[in-house]
Each structure stands twice: as C-alpha cells, then as structure tokens.
C-alpha cells in the first residue's frame, strides 16, 4: 500500500463521519433553500398584491354604488377608534369634498369560525350593500350568506338601525324579521348581529364619517 493511499482513505473516512462535516454540509443545504425561497417570495409579491386590490375593488362595487363617488374608495381611507370595535378602517366615497358613502369590514363568528362581512352605508344610516368577504360555513348550509349562493344578503339593502328597530335585528326564530336557512340558525344568526354591529359603530361615529374629505387647496 502506497503512502498516497494511506493518506487519501482517512480523509474520505472522515467526511463521512465527522459531525462538523455533516453539520457543514446541512447548513450550506439551509443557506441555498432560504435563498430560493426568498427569491420565491420576492417574485409572488407584485402578482399577490395586485389580486389583493382588485379583489377589493371588486368588493366595494358591490356595496358602493359607482354613480354616487368620484374618488377612489379603495384608497380612501379614514381610521376609525371604536370604543367596541377598535380601529376600523372605512373606506370613503365622495363626490367632490362630499361624502356620500362608506364601507368597512366587521367580523363575526358562525358556526364553523369567523365572517368577514364588508359593509356599505349611506351618509343617513341606510345600507347600500352588504357582503360576505370570506367565511368557513358549512357548504350547502351556511354558505347560503353568500351572494352566489342565493339572495337572502341582498335583503339587508335599504335597511338601517331603525328600519327594522333594534329588536327586529334578529333572525325570526329569535323574534327578529331576518329569515334563517333550514338547518342552519347560527350562520345567519351571525350575519344579522354582525350587520347590527355595524350600523351601531356608524351612529356612534357619524359625525367623523360624514365629515368633508379635505381636497387640494382646502384648508
């Protein structure tokens, strides 16, 4: 056996057995994939922030009606600190320094997790549109809140906090005006009480909603 030999087998022995080597060898493994993943990452976020917006465009069409802004409510925006609620952001329709509308974003809980209703009122407290934005109801049952799903959301246009009066904010099995679906009580349920809460939140702060957005030149 040549020296060369008798130098080259430790080594090889040694790469495979050495915890530092092994370590080496995973932690260049770690380095490449984070690196991957970040480009991954960098290169979605454009694509998932533009489907965001228009996703939320496409809502507040819903429950704004076009003709009666000429701003852009997405991007108009009031932050609201709410005694119950928090901070709500409201997004703003106007027509000139005038608004006209608002829509912002309440949730409840149903009977499988949380919705996410959006809701459009008129400066007067009428509802100008409500939507289900996202929920985990169950399909065939409580999913009936959804807009594709039936009409039963639709009814809540025109109402306000006194069209029904406040105990008329129910569903019927709890002596409210509101119908509840066959077999499921609790998602409609939810729905009503969510939209009630909403309506609450926009007397309480009616006057910083309904105030004059400032325009360029104004004070």
Known sequence: MSEDTKDTKPAKSWLKSSPFAHGLMLGLFSLVTAGLLAMADQTTQAPIAQRSAEDLAASLDQVLPAEIYDNSPATDLRSVEDADEGVVQVHIAAMGN????????????????AIRVLIGIAPDGTLLGVRVLSHTETPGLGDKIEVTKGDWIEGFTGRSLTDPTPDGWKVKRDGGIFDQFSGATITPRAVVATIARGLTFFERNRLALTAPIPRNGDE
């Not at 005038?98 to 997790?113: F, I, K, P, Q």
């Open 98 to 113: 005038r608004v006209t509308g608002m829509a912002y974003e309440l949730v409840g809980y149903g009977y499988s997790g």
